[in-house]
């Protein structure tokens, strides 16, 4: 046996020996060429300065012999916006020194190599988006034969906000970069980097059809200041993740106010991040909201009380917030009022309104169809007023003139037995003599649920006929007169509430529960 497995050692030895002097056959056939996964590396909407994400496509020798690829280069050379790996080599050192062309790669029958590829898009004066291209040659039989990759991007030029600092102080120091009156127009997108202030005194207007798009850990913090969004019918305010290509543009979570801090406990330094939304109303003043679509990020707008002397601090309107991987509006005691919005697809719920408050919130749609990252454990809106704190529990009652009207609440967990689409934390829920949802359709399961703040013309239990929740669109699509609300006026004037999130015209006497009147 000793013998045995000595003469095994000497022969594997051998075939390591002999391997490692075995010759690569390349083909010198010059229709043998390499084979690829794409032909074209297409980028969409990268921001001027801002580096793309990395895509990557695969260099194939489908052949039974090697082969030899002389030359692979970007065709632009120093001049080109784009960067690219091979298998781990870069070509490119740094924007001083880059390394543009990479010889003699050796692909093994059978065998693939990774490209990755990379771009900046370098600014101009163009307020249109524009077209940067190159291609990556691949130059192979002794030069003869070449073959290219395409590389497309289009490119935008933008109006860069860029705040920095890190703040949890309110009595810090700390230079503004907006101007006291700040108006953004539409003419370029608006990127913002950073948690950018609105002080008190000072506001933030936003232009109709504006686009706005906010990088990661970033966004607009309304700190006692005025934040107007002035969208239209026709020109909406659109707020999102900053990342437009590949998968980005539908995906949740990808900006929100984060605030990195640190404690000492014990002799030892703790550190956490606090969040705060994407937009935080922190004690904002009299803000107003109309015609914007807020989405894919992790919470959209935070509503933290109200300033002294301001009427409200959020007044929202035909506006729509969606696909948040927490919640669509949070609200710690704000003063919110809002008619005809639309909040869908978010991880936790769509609203939570907690601590109490003064919240008039009409013929809007909360519609939780969140089918991201497994099963939903929120409901789609949660109401509370109180708290635990160390000094013992804190009550919040939610003012007399608290009021969902007219309002759907529903979502996919509708059908679980052990989960309702609206939850209700009430200290004291008996000490609500009015309801503080009327005439809403809402799933309410939970026998303890405290019947009293719901008026007896909601409905509890009964799937509202959207038209397509798949597609997303919460249309009713039936003409039962159960669907049918009841005036909204007042509160909210008969301009504020005759027509729909679509422009359509509304019954004033009978309006359609929802953001949407029925045609």
């Known amino acids: 046996m000793r013998y045995l497995a000595i003469l095994v050692c000497i022969i594997l030895g051998l075939s390591l020996v002999f391997n490692s002097c075995t010759k690569i056959t390349y083909s010198s056939n010059s229709s043998e060429v390499l084979d690829f996964s794409k032909d074209t590396i297409h980028f969409d909407s990268v921001f001027t300065t801002i580096g793309s994400v990395m895509q990557y496509f695969t260099v194939i020798n489908p052949h039974s012999d090697a082969l030899l690829i002389d030359e692979i280069s970007l065709e632009k050379g120093v001049n080109s916006q784009f960067r690219i790996n091979i298998d781990g080599q870069a070509i490119i050192v740094s924007d001083s020194n880059k390394l543009t062309t990479i010889e003699d790669v050796t692909i093994l029958p059978g065998d693939s190599m990774f490209v990755f590829v990379e771009v900046t898009v370098d600014p101009t004066n163009d307020i249109s988006p524009f077209l940067v291209e190159d291609n990556i040659r691949f130059?192979?039989?002794?030069?003869?034969?070449?073959?290219?990759?395409?590389?497309?991007?289009?490119?935008?030029?933008?109006?860069?906000?860029?705040?920095?600092?890190?703040?949890?102080?309110?009595?810090?120091?700390?230079?503004?970069?907006?101007?006291?009156?700040?108006?953004?127009?539409?003419?370029?997108?608006?990127?913002?980097?950073?948690?950018?202030?609105?002080?008190?005194?000072?506001?933030?207007?936003?232009?109709?059809?504006?686009?706005?798009?906010?990088?990661?850990?970033?966004?607009?913090?309304?700190?006692?200041?005025?934040?107007?969004?002035?969208?239209?019918?026709?020109?909406?305010?659109?707020?999102?993740?900053?990342?437009?290509?590949?998968?980005?543009?539908?995906?949740?979570?990808?900006?929100?106010?984060?605030?990195?801090l640190e404690f000492e406990h014990e002799g030892e330094f703790v550190y956490f991040t606090a969040n705060r939304g994407g937009i935080w109303f922190?004690?904002?003043?009299?803000?107003?909201?109309?015609?914007?679509?807020?989405?894919?990020?992790?919470?959209?707008?935070?509503?933290?009380?109200?300033?002294?002397?301001?009427?409200?601090?959020?007044?929202?309107?035909?506006?729509?917030?969606?696909?948040?991987?927490?919640?669509?509006?949070?609200?710690?005691?704000?003063?919110?009022?809002?008619?005809?919005?639309?909040?869908?697809?978010?991880?936790?719920?769509?609203?939570?309104?907690?601590?109490?408050?003064?919240?008039?919130?009409h013929l809007s749609t909360f519609a939780n169809y969140w089918a991201s990252g497994g099963v939903r454990q929120g409901p789609s809106v949660y109401v509370n007023d109180w708290y635990e704190s160390s000094g013992g529990e804190v009550y919040r009652p939610f003012s007399v003139t608290t009021e969902f009207k007219n309002c759907i609440i529903w979502g996919n967990n509708a059908s679980l037995?052990?989960?309702?689409?609206?939850?209700?934390?009430?200290?004291?829920?008996?000490?609500?003599?009015?309801?503080?949802?009327?005439?809403?359709?809402?799933?309410?399961?939970?026998?303890?649920?405290?019947?009293?703040?719901?008026?007896?013309?909601?409905?509890?239990?009964?799937?509202?006929?959207?038209?397509?929740?798949?597609?997303?669109?919460?249309?009713?699509?039936?003409?039962?007169?159960?669907?049918?609300?009841?005036?909204?006026?007042?509160?909210?004037?008969?301009?504020?509430?005759?027509?729909?999130?679509?422009?359509?015209?509304?019954?004033?006497?009978?309006?359609?529960r929802g953001c949407y009147e029925r045609n």
């Open 139 to 260: 130059k192979s039989h002794d030069n003869s034969v070449d073959q290219v990759v395409k590389l497309l991007a289009y490119g935008r030029n933008a109006y860069f906000h860029y705040q920095d600092g890190n703040w949890f102080n309110y009595n810090e120091n700390l230079d503004n970069i907006l101007s006291p009156n700040e108006y953004w127009t539409n003419d370029l997108p608006h990127v913002v980097y950073g948690q950018l202030r609105v002080m008190p005194g000072n506001s933030l207007t936003i232009e109709a059809g504006s686009e706005v798009y906010v990088h990661d850990g970033s966004g607009i913090w309304v700190q006692g200041g005025t934040l107007n969004i002035e969208g239209t019918l026709n020109n909406k305010v659109v707020i999102q993740g900053d990342r437009m290509d590949g998968n980005y543009p539908n995906e949740a979570g990808q900006w929100g106010l984060e605030f990195p």
């Open 282 to 361: 922190d004690r904002a003043m009299n803000c107003n909201v109309n015609h914007a679509i807020i989405k894919n990020g992790t919470a959209g707008f935070w509503v933290d009380s109200v300033a002294d002397g301001a009427d409200y601090a959020l007044n929202i309107t035909n506006t729509e917030i969606s696909n948040m991987t927490t919640i669509g509006m949070v609200s710690q005691g704000g003063h919110i009022k809002g008619v005809n919005n639309l909040f869908t697809d978010c991880g936790e719920a769509c609203g939570a309104f907690s601590l109490g408050g003064d919240i008039v919130m």
């Open 417 to 512: 037995e052990d989960h309702d689409e609206l939850v209700a934390n009430l200290r004291y829920p008996n000490d609500y003599t009015s309801p503080l949802f009327t005439a809403c359709a809402l799933d309410v399961q939970d026998e303890d649920f405290p019947l009293n703040i719901l008026s007896d013309d909601c409905t509890k239990d009964t799937e509202p006929p959207f038209v397509n929740t798949t597609l997303r669109d919460f249309h009713l699509s039936n003409n039962s007169s159960l669907w049918e609300g009841i005036s909204s006026v007042p509160p909210f004037s008969i301009s504020e509430v005759s027509t729909d999130l679509d422009g359509i015209p509304r019954s004033i006497d009978y309006p359609d």
